[in-house]
């Protein structure tokens, strides 16, 4: 008799924050699309933050103790060896160790009992990790399943961690703050160009061992997948990174909707695909209706940035005098930080309450699509940096660490999208510089190039995700390979 076929089950293995799940829900969503049994892994944490700051949203809840899903895809959660109240924030290295070490136990054993389960036993056909979690390729490998990652920065960021690790000495040290750092595919980087991990003033030694770990670790996996699309950076996949790995541009794993451009006809929780860590203020929208096509700059430093009292001051002192106006999301720090840190300077909604508009989460895939939005004066963030890309609306980058120097650098030099502000000797950017590339791109010659530009990205980056795009061969091809080998 004809043994009956299993389906393909895929394990999805994401840290526990939005930055890190919503790109893997969106790959999910792919696989499932095309016919792929999908869960999505990730630690306890993980419900009780998206609880405390997201009450009236009701994917997941206390009350189902057992899988909940998200936008249709199933969720494992297990522990990270801490309990819930422990602030993981407060030693992100002993965090790390941590979870590498209960994380992996825990999930190992999570795996296995699926496996082994009477009645309906769940096999899963290949693991799908982060960068945050490197040590899933362990688990993977004991427990004989092939492994991939998905990584959730630019192909740019792999090439740069992978020559920091194998020469060191080509990149700035405390001798020589001021060396460039040459790479095959990429324009010469200044020290302000790289990311701050590999700089000698970094001091996130954990995060950095991590990043490290994860490039270390690339040869326990079968397949790289990047949240990117070829045509973005062809270049430096073509010339070094498939030197050292076999990477599958996938992305951009934004909304479908967003690619699609119709995401205010139709924004529900299946066509956002996604999970929103705070609530976004309605007001937003509204707002936005009553502005002039092209006329709004929107502002907005991602989920961890908290700007000091005097960069805040700053901002807003460029905001008043271009007396265009502005939506600026000004989230209220969830760490501790130092007095006056991530504070509008006094007064300031009142006496702008007429020209702009201050929230404290918005709907940023909703804004973006919006068309008052003129231009985002963002951090660049790479999920914002794509949602931008796929919308095709110019940027002001004001990139502050992580790779976000980097993606800054591909915005402006490479892809032409953006102009970049920079901070004076003391590290504070002046209002006079933001208040410059607001007027150069809401009305200035280089603006009107700047649009074009962005139009042709925005093609691009959805011709990638269409059917037979760049990014849709390599996920159909990820998809035979696994099929491939359980056949
Ligand atoms: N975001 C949002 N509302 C806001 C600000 C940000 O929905 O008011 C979303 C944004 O769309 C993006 C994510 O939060 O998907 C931020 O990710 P990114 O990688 O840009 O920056 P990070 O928060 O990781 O620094």
């Not at 760049?470 to 099929?483: A, G, K, L």
Request: aromatic share 8%.
């Amino acid at each position: 008799m004809e043994k009956e076929k299993q389906p393909i089950h895929v394990l999805m293995v994401a840290f526990a924050s939005q930055g890190h799940i919503n790109p893997m829900l969106r790959l999910g969503k792919h696989l499932q699309n095309k016919g792929l049994h999908v869960t999505l892994a990730t630690t306890e944490i993980f419900r009780h933050r998206f609880f405390k700051h997201n009450q009236s949203t009701t994917t997941v809840t206390d009350q189902i103790p057992d899988i909940p899903s998200i936008s249709g895809i199933d969720i494992l959660l297990f522990s990270d060896g801490f309990s819930l109240d422990y602030d993981r924030k407060a030693n992100l290295n002993t965090y790390m160790e941590t979870l590498a070490k209960f994380g992996s136990k825990n999930l190992s054993n999570i795996i296995t009992s699926l496996a082994c389960n009477k009645t309906r036993p769940k096999k899963f056909s290949c693991l799908i990790n982060n960068s945050f979690i490197p040590w899933v390729a362990d688990v993977a490998k004991e427990l004989s399943i092939p492994c991939a990652m998905l990584w959730i920065q630019p192909c740019t960021l792999l090439a740069i961690y992978h020559r920091f690790q194998s020469n060191p000495n080509d990149f700035p040290t405390k001798q020589n703050l001021e060396k460039s750092v040459e790479i095959p595919g990429l324009p010469l980087l200044q020290p302000c160009d790289l990311p701050s991990f590999v700089l000698p003033s970094n001091s996130f030694l954990g995060l950095t061992k991590t990043f490290f770990e994860t490039i270390q670790n690339l040869h326990k996996l079968k397949w790289v997948l990047a949240n990117s699309f070829y045509e973005l950076e062809k270049d430096v996949i073509s010339n070094y990174v498939s030197t050292f790995v076999t990477i599958r541009t996938v992305g951009p794993l934004v909304p479908p909707k967003l690619l699609e451009g119709k995401i205010h006809d139709d924004h529900d929780e299946e066509n956002f695909i996604g999970i929103d860590m705070w609530k976004s203020d309605d007001k937003c929208l509204e707002w936005l209706n009553k502005n002039n096509p092209k006329s709004v700059i929107y502002v907005s430093f991602g989920s961890l940035i908290v700007h000091s009292r005097e960069a805040m001051d700053r901002i807003a002192t460029a905001l008043r005098n271009t007396k265009r106006p502005f939506l600026w999301v000004v989230k209220p720090p969830d760490y501790p930080v130092q007095e006056g840190a991530g504070e509008l300077p006094k007064g300031f909604i009142q006496e702008t309450k007429e020209q702009g508009l201050v929230v404290n989460w918005a709907p940023q895939n909703l804004v973006l699509t919006h068309e008052a939005i003129g231009c985002f004066l963002t951090h660049c963030g790479w999920n914002s940096v794509l949602e931008t890309i796929s919308v095709g609306v110019p940027i002001i980058a004001y990139a502050m660490w992580s790779d976000q120097p980097t993606n800054a650098k591909l915005l402006v030099d490479v892809l032409g999208i953006g102009l970049r502000v920079w901070p004076n000797k003391d590290g504070l950017v002046e209002s006079e510089m933001i208040q410059e590339c607001i007027e150069e791109i809401m009305g200035g010659p280089k603006g009107a190039e700047i649009w074009a530009k962005s139009n042709e990205w925005k093609g691009l980056a959805r011709n990638s995700v269409e059917n037979g795009g760049s990014s849709d061969r390599n996920i159909q091809e990820f998809i035979d390979e696994i099929v491939g080998i359980n056949s």
